[in-house]
T-cell receptor, first 116, second 114 residues
Framework: GAVVSQHPSWVICKSGTSVKIECRSL??????MFWYRQFPKQSLMLMAT?????????EQGVEKDKFLINHASLTLSTLTVTSAHPEDSSFYIC????????????FGDGTRLSIL | GENVEQHPSTLSVQEGDSAVIKCTYS??????FPWYKQELGKGPQLIID?????GEKKDQRIAVTLNKTAKHFSLHITETQPEDSAVYFC?????????????FGTGTRLQVTL
């Protein structure tokens, strides 16, 4: 149980394009989903928290117009990196949490984004 | 906000030996402490967690201990196997309301050698 699927697993695109990453909870309803960024050999940095049906809450220093988050249903959240540039290249990971704040977060397998 | 420190950053043990990873947290209100294992190119996988009303929890070869007074918690892996090699992250959270979020430690790279 508690499977989170993230797609795509790897994407390479040209500078200036927008990239959408999907995060799905396959066997449970996720009222809250989280988006993280991880640089090589570093820890996870929380970018934003999204609750189904409401606007995402972004961490300090994360540009909300750059990283668009949509949590349209209890099983799907998307992260769109708009007008991506080489400095946006990173490993992006989502997590999902079942109803109730005392439930653990379950992570997807991440998306490696490379901007040329 | 919460701050989590994790030690050591790298740990090498021989197969069959035990491994211990330690974390300290700063916010005494934190009440939930999960441990995640991350393999290369994958997302973190929850391996065990503990809540502040419990001092110790065990699941087969893995155990976690929590000392609320000292604000530190530890992961213990016994009878290590090569497949235990990965990066381990501790985290702390105050579980209250939908806004609760995890603060991660800096990670420990565990290498189990034959």
């Amino acid at each position: 149980g508690a499977v989170v699927s993230q797609h795509p697993s790897w994407v390479i695109c040209k500078s200036g394009t927008s990239v959408k990453i999907e995060c799905r909870s396959l066997d449970f309803q996720a009222t809250t989903m989280f988006w993280y960024r991880q640089f090589p050999k570093q820890s996870l940095m929380l970018m934003a928290t999204s609750n189904e049906g409401s606007k995402a809450t972004y961490e300090q220093g994360v540009e909300k117009d750059k990283f668009l988050i949509n949590h349209a249903s209890l099983t799907l959240s998307t992260l769109t990196v708009t007008s991506a540039h080489p400095e946006d290249s990173s490993f992006y990971i989502c997590s999902a949490r079942f109803r109730g704040s005392n439930q653990p977060q379950h992570f997807g397998d991440g998306t490696r984004l490379s901007i040329l | 906000g919460e701050n989590v420190e994790q030690h050591p950053s790298t740990l090498s043990v021989q197969e069959g030996d035990s491994a211990v990873i330690k974390c300290t947290y700063s916010d005494s209100a934190s009440n939930y402490f999960p441990w995640y294992k991350q393999e290369l190119g994958k997302g973190p996988q929850l391996i065990i967690d503990i809540r502040s009303n419990v001092g110790e929890k065990k699941d087969q070869r893995i155990a976690v201990t929590l000392n609320k007074t000292a604000k530190h918690f530890s992961l213990h892996i016994t009878e290590t196997q090569p497949e235990d090699s990965a990066v381990y992250f501790c985290a702390a959270s105050l579980h209250t309301g939908t806004a609760s979020k995890l603060t991660f430690g800096t990670g420990t790279r565990l290498q189990v050698t034959l």
